[in-house]
């Protein structure tokens, strides 16, 4: 069965479970999101569901997405996201909402890291750094030796050097959810999800479980 949903990344929180102990929570607004296309093998070769979430201004989108949404009577959506999914038991125009997840399920959460701008090796990658004493007091950040001397001769490509860190696609697998509120669209996930205040992220079933 299709499960996903597109939401909005609260923030963190805790709860305190049946033994006491404190559970770190991130908290996501999800839905309620609609149904406004589903692919199938026949048309475009492959079975999916694509999704729409958070409603705009018609001023925001081109007349063609526009058009896209009208056919099934929706309102302007801001994102759109494609779900793959072999047993389709939903149709276009649909509502879905987290009432399609359950606490103690797993799934994995997708979205955008925070960019941290350009970073040095020892951030970027954990470098442990150079010694401290014995006259190296400048090598502390350094990442140190990138490579053979005469053979290759060159630095190989991907190497991990400085350079830009962050801003990039994450995915958080098999994490439990803990919290189902229907009225309120909130999605409670045990520990971290990728991406900052008020990021745009997707929940799914997770593959790993």
């Known amino acids: 069965m299709f499960k996903g949903l597109i939401g909005k ?58 058009g896209h949404l009208k056919r099934n009577n929706l309102s302007p959506l801001r994102i759109l996201r494609e779900f793959r999914a072999k047993d389709i038991q939903v149709k276009e125009g649909d509502k879905v909402d987290v009432s399609q997840f ?11 890291s925070k960019g941290k701008g350009f970073a040095g090796a020892v951030k970027r990658y954990h470098f442990r750094g150079g010694p401290k004493s014995h006259g190296a007091s400048d090598r502390l950040r350094a990442p140190g030796s990138n ?9 190989y490509k991907g190497s991990r050097r400085p350079g830009h ?24 996930v045990s520990g971290s999800v990728p991406g900052a205040h008020n990021g745009i992220v997707v929940i799914k079933e997770a593959r790993k479980q």
């Not at 490579?147 to 630095?155: A, F």
């Not at 801003?167 to 959810?177: A, D, G, L, M």
């Open 165 to 188: 860190m962050g801003n990039e696609r994450v995915s958080s697998q098999n994490i439990k959810v803990v919290v189902v509120d229907v009225e309120r669209n909130l999605l409670g």
């Open 147 to 155: 490579g053979s001397t005469t053979r290759p001769g060159r630095t």
């Open 9 to 66: 990344k609260i923030g963190m929180t805790q709860i305190f479970d049946e033994n006491g102990a404190a559970v770190p929570v991130t908290l996501i607004e999800a839905g309620p999101c609609y149904v406004t296309q589903v692919r199938t093998v026949d048309k475009e070769g492959y079975t999916a569901v694509q999704v729409g979430f958070g409603e705009i201004k018609p001023k925001r989108l081109t007349q063609g997405e526009l």
């Open 102 to 112: 359950k606490v103690g399920e797993h799934v994995d959460v997708a979205g955008t």
